[in-house]
Antibody, heavy 123, light 103 residues
Framework: EVQLLQSGGGLVQPGDSLRLSCAAS????????MSWVRQAPGKGLEWVSG????????PYADSVKGRFTISRDNSKNTLYLQLNSLRAEDTAVYYC????????????????WGQGALVTVSS | DIQMTQSPSTLSASVGDRVTITCRAS??????LAWYQQKPGKAPKLLIY???SLQSGVPSRFSGSGSGTEFTLSIRSLQPDDFATYYC?????FGQGTKVEIK
């Protein structure tokens, strides 16, 4: 059974940093690209960043480029998102998701999702 | 960037109704479209991938169709568990969502 178990999140002040983790099980982690998707309170879904199975390609949404860093440790079957220089508009539930296909190519979809982690940025 | 536009944004329906949600892409995306269901406080759940393929475990009352720029998600005989928000997605872009509420 595929499982994505998230940890991290919390209340931080503007300008602070935070790291989210996503522990994967039930599939061969290194063979799959992964993504982070967020959802601001009462809003829709916004893709944040993705990473290939090998970790060599890491696209970002313009809204987080230069502030967030995605990474993975295939020996630990874990995905990470480092959030730096946080702003109030980054307040959201952050989901990790297992990816099928190539988002930068023909297309992709997200077949399994973590339970979500709430990040609140407020002074 | 390709834009995804869903309609309607809200849909009021009754149990047993057939409902249809539309998603339009700003340019052709072949069949690379997915549909998700999301309930309050929960993660999205994949329903349909590649426009018309039903994800394992999803009830057969859900179906998807379309290709190119216009796609539809249909729910045959709406059940109480189906009242939720539905999103279409292509690559890194999600539609704005359609909330299906009880009439």
């Amino acid at each position: 059974e595929v499982q994505l178990l998230q940890s991290g999140g919390g209340l931080v002040q503007p300008g602070d940093s935070l790291r989210l983790s996503c522990a994967a099980s039930g599939f061969t982690f290194r063979n799959y690209a992964m993504s982070w998707v967020r959802q601001a309170p009462g809003k829709g879904l916004e893709w944040v960043s993705g990473i290939t199975g090998s970790g060599d390609t890491t696209p970002y949404a313009d809204s987080v480029k230069g502030r967030f860093t995605i990474s993975r440790d295939n020996s630990k079957n874990t995905l990470y998102l480092q959030l730096n220089s946080l702003r109030a508009e980054d307040t959201a539930v952050y989901y990790c998701a297992k990816q099928e296909g190539y988002c930068s190519g023909t297309g992709c979809y997200f077949d399994y999702w973590g339970q979500g982690a709430l990040v609140t940025v407020s002074s | 960037d390709i834009q995804m536009t869903q309609s309607p944004s809200t849909l009021s329906a009754s149990v047993g109704d057939r409902v249809t949600i539309t998603c339009r892409a700003s340019q052709s995306i072949s069949s690379w479209l997915a549909w998700y269901q999301q309930k309050p406080g929960k993660a999205p759940k994949l329903l349909i991938y590649k426009a018309s393929s039903l994800q394992s475990g999803v009830p057969s009352r859900f179906s998807g169709s379309g290709s190119g720029t216009e796609f539809t998600l249909s729910i045959r005989s709406l059940q109480p568990d189906d009242f939720a928000t539905y999103y279409c997605q292509h690559s890194w872009t999600f539609g704005q969502g359609t909330k299906v509420e009880i009439k």
